[in-house]
Every structure is written in C-alpha cells, then in structure tokens.
C-alpha cells in the first residue's frame, strides 16, 4: 500500500493517521500483512518539485521513527520510495548518493520504533542496457544492444537501474535495508527471457540485480519484486494518448498478460530461492475514476468495468489473468509468497 507523507505529515511534527488506521485495521480483521512504500515528501520538507526528496533527510527519519512508533507490530516492512532513478521521483536529478542517505538516516530510526520490520528499498525502474561496471557486473550486454526505448530513457535524465543499485552499495548502504526491491516488468517478453537477448528489458533483469548483491556479499538477503506486469493494448484511440507512443512495443494479448503473470510466478518458485515477497501490477487501477480511460496503469489492471464512462455503477469484470492467478494461488504451497490482493483469495 502507498502511503504519502504529504498526506500523513503537515505541518511538520502533526501527523494524520486515520486512513491508515483504517487499512491496518481491515487487515487485521482479515488476517493480512501490510507493507508500506512510503514516499511524496510534504511541501514544508522539500523544494517546488513535487517530486523532490526532502531537503533535510532528518525530516524523513522522523517521520519514519514516528510511523514506525504507530504501526509497530502492525505493519510487516516499510518500502523508502519509488523508483528514485526516475528524474520526476527525484526533483529532476536522479542521485543513488543521497538516496542511499536516505536509507541511512530512515533504517536506524525505524529500527527504533520496530526492530521486526522489514526496510525494503525502492524497487528501480527497469532502464534496460548494461551497467554495474563499476561494481564489476559483466551483463553481457554491449552498449550496441541499447534499445530506441532505453536510449530515450537515459536522454530524459533516468538513471540504469544496475548503476543505481550499484551506487547504493559504493556508498555504504549495505547495512541499511533488509531486503533488496525490484521492479522486473517483462515489457513485451515471457518471463524466462533472457534478459540479454533483449538489451535488459525483461522480468529476468532481476538476476543481473541480484549478481550486485553477490559482488557484495549481500546474498543473505532476499529481494522481493514489488512490482511487476504486463501491458494490454488501450485500442487505437488511445495509443496515440501521453507517452503510448513509446509503449506500444510492450503490448500483449489478454491471453499472454495471464500466462506471463503466471508463469512468473512459477519461474521465481523454480529457479529463485532468493526471491520473496511478490506483488504484480496491477489488480484493479481500471475499476476507479480518478484515472482516465487511456492512462497507462489502467491497462496493466486484471479487473476493469463493464462500463469505463460509469465506474460507480457498472459492473466489475476480470480478465483471464484474474482466473490464472486465483487458481494457482489455491493451488501452491511454499515458494515465493504471493501476496496477491485479497480478491483473489475470497470470490
């Protein structure tokens, strides 16, 4: 679950708490794990950009200490940010240095308040391309194999996810966090494509990300892929709508989104003792309102509405995807958990 400190925290040292109250306590009632990604820093604790981080990272350790302090017990990991190599998640600049400041000042001062939470670190948007040179990661990857996609991504100022999580263990961010997050969108590929095959854009970018981990001798910890999916086609209209136009490639069938998202799983059961937590995206982003037709989220989403013009009245329906996934979850046992969302567990 997404929680904004803007939302949670203003001005500084006054907190608001009753809608995550309200989620723990739905939760408890169900017998369910929270974990929450935590992140859009509140106007009073950073610049003009929205996305900025906080200008004094001690505001964001208190903050945790005291997040921590409310849900201990209750909330199962904190996950710091989302995708920090993205220039608008960062104020523009993308920098694995302050993040990993960022990790330094929040884990001591969540381990204060709960010492059985987990510190997940933000899963990194999947770049494509080589990277970790500098950790001595050999990828396999020639600089010739970037892709149009990729090459567009490093001009916009995004930084390659291998060198982002590289930089974070060259500044000395090892010891702060427990868990390694990733975000393995498998593009337009099946799950057990070889991410070298494909310039890097591929579920199994994850296993180049785990190999900084061995570099570092940091192999004890898990990573938990915290968000992961595969995009369906919006239809004409809509591909010509925001950023579409750099996506189409990504496109597959409703029948691929369901076998893909399965066979993720089963892959990672097969082949990644390392992997835990794993969360897809997204079950439900097209059954709200608030997003437009063609916004891209909607388009990863497992269940939409029968009539996208009346949302609040129409109907909810579910893809393939949705059967697949119930039906291996009562099926499986052991493995990678598959913290799926609770209508997979109850229809």
């Known amino acids: 679950?997404?929680?904004?400190?803007?939302?949670?925290?203003?001005?500084?040292?006054?907190?608001?708490?009753?809608?995550?109250?309200?989620?723990l306590e739905a939760a408890e009632t169900l017998g369910l794990k929270v974990v929450l990604r935590v992140d859009s820093a509140p106007s009073w604790a950073r610049g003009p950009d929205p996305g900025a981080p906080p200008n004094n990272m001690t505001d964001f350790g208190d903050f945790m200490n005291a997040l921590a302090s409310h849900c201990e017990g209750r909330v199962a990991g904190y996950v710091i940010w989302n995708e920090p190599n993205l220039p608008m998640n960062?104020?523009?600049?993308?920098?694995?240095?302050?993040?990993?400041?960022?990790?330094?000042?929040?884990?001591?001062?969540?381990?204060?308040?709960?010492?059985d939470a987990a510190v997940i670190t933000a899963g990194m948007a999947t770049t494509g391309g080589p990277g970790g040179e500098r950790c001595g990661l050999a990828t396999g990857l020639a600089s010739?194999?970037?892709?149009?996609?990729?090459?567009?991504?490093?001009?916009?100022?995004?930084?390659n996810d291998l060198d982002f999580i590289c930089g974070i263990y060259r500044r000395g961010g090892k010891g702060y966090?427990?868990?390694?997050?990733?975000?393995?969108?498998?593009?337009?590929?099946?799950?057990?494509?070889?991410?070298?095959?494909?310039?890097?854009?591929?579920?199994?970018?994850?296993?180049?990300?785990?190999?900084l981990m061995e570099i570092w001798s940091d192999a004890e910890k898990q990573i938990w892929a915290i968000e992961f999916g595969w995009?369906?086609?919006?239809?004409?209209?809509?591909?010509?709508?925001?950023?579409?136009?750099?996506?189409?490639w990504q496109i597959v069938t409703e029948q691929q989104q369901a076998d893909y998202l399965m066979n993720a799983y089963l892959y990672a059961r097969s082949h990644w003792p390392w992997m835990g937590v794993m969360s897809f995206f997204n079950m439900d982003?097209?059954?709200?309102?608030?997003?437009?037709?063609?916004?891209?989220?909607?388009?990863?989403?497992?269940a939409y509405r029968e009539n996208h013009e009346d949302p609040e009245n129409?109907?909810?329906?579910?893809?393939?995807a949705y059967y697949g996934l119930r039906g291996m979850l009562l099926a499986l046992?052991?493995?990678?958990?598959?913290?799926?969302?609770?209508?997979?567990?109850?229809?």
Request: proline share 8%; glycine share 8%.
């Open 1 to 23: 679950w997404g929680l904004q400190w803007s939302l949670a925290e203003y001005p500084k040292g006054t907190y608001h708490w009753q809608g995550l109250d309200e989620l």
């Open 90 to 115: 960062w104020g523009g600049s993308p920098s694995a240095r302050e993040y990993t400041q960022m990790l330094q000042t929040a884990y001591p001062r969540i381990k204060e308040a709960d010492e």
């Open 144 to 159: 010739s194999s970037i892709s149009v996609y990729t090459r567009e991504l490093y001009a916009s100022g995004v930084v």
């Open 177 to 211: 966090f427990d868990v390694l997050g990733s975000h393995p969108y498998g593009f337009a590929y099946e799950p057990h494509r070889n991410p070298s095959s494909v310039g890097g854009l591929a579920f199994r970018r994850v296993e180049q990300q785990r190999k």
């Open 231 to 248: 995009i369906l086609d919006p239809g004409p209209d809509c591909r010509v709508w925001g950023d579409w136009p750099t996506r189409t």
């Open 285 to 302: 982003f097209a059954t709200v309102y608030w997003y437009d037709y063609c916004e891209p989220v909607r388009w990863y989403s497992i």
């Open 314 to 320: 129409s109907p909810i329906v579910y893809r393939q």
């Open 333 to 347: 046992e052991g493995g990678p958990k598959a913290y799926l969302p609770l209508a997979l567990r109850t229809r």
